[in-house]
Nanobody, 116 residues
Framework: QVQVVESGGGLVQPGGSLRLSCVVS????????MEWYRQAPGKQRERVAA???????HYAESVKGRFTISRDNAKDTVYLQMNDLKPEDTAVYYC??????????WGQGTQVTVSS
C-alpha cells in the first residue's frame, strides 16, 4: 500500500519561507514524476511545481523565482522550498506522485497560511 505523507506547513508572515516535504513509502514500482499542488478556499486545485526523475522542473507562473522543487530519489522524497511567501500563497498543499505505470497517488495535504 502506497503512502504519501506531506509535512512542513504552518503559519508564516508575508515575505517568510517554508520548506515542505513529501515522503513516499510502500511503492513496489519506481516513482517517476513528483508534483506539488495547492488548493485555496473556493478555488480549484492548481499545480504549483513538478519534477521528473531526471530532475527536469516546471513551475506555475505565479511561483516562478520564489519556489524551488527538488527530490531525493534514494529516499522517494520531494521538497518544495517556498521563499518570499505572499498571502495569496495560502492554501492546502498536496503532493502527487506517479509510478512508472502512470498510477498516481495523493497525500492528505498540509496547510500553509501566510498572514501578518
Amino acid at each position: 500500500q502506497v503512502q504519501v505523507v506531506e509535512s512542513g506547513g504552518g503559519l508564516v508572515q508575508p515575505g517568510g519561507s517554508l520548506r515542505l516535504s513529501c515522503v513516499v513509502s510502500g511503492s513496489r514500482f519506481a516513482i517517476t514524476t513528483m508534483e506539488w499542488y495547492r488548493q485555496a478556499p473556493g478555488k480549484q486545485r492548481e499545480r504549483v511545481a513538478a519534477i521528473t526523475t531526471e530532475g527536469n522542473t516546471h513551475y506555475a507562473e505565479s511561483v516562478k523565482g520564489r519556489f524551488t522543487i527538488s527530490r531525493d530519489n534514494a529516499k522517494d522524497t520531494v521538497y518544495l522550498q517556498m521563499n518570499d511567501l505572499k498571502p495569496e500563497d495560502t492554501a492546502v498543499y498536496y503532493c502527487r506522485v506517479q509510478d512508472f505505470r502512470d498510477f498516481d497517488y495523493w497525500g492528505q495535504g498540509t496547510q500553509v497560511t501566510v498572514s501578518s
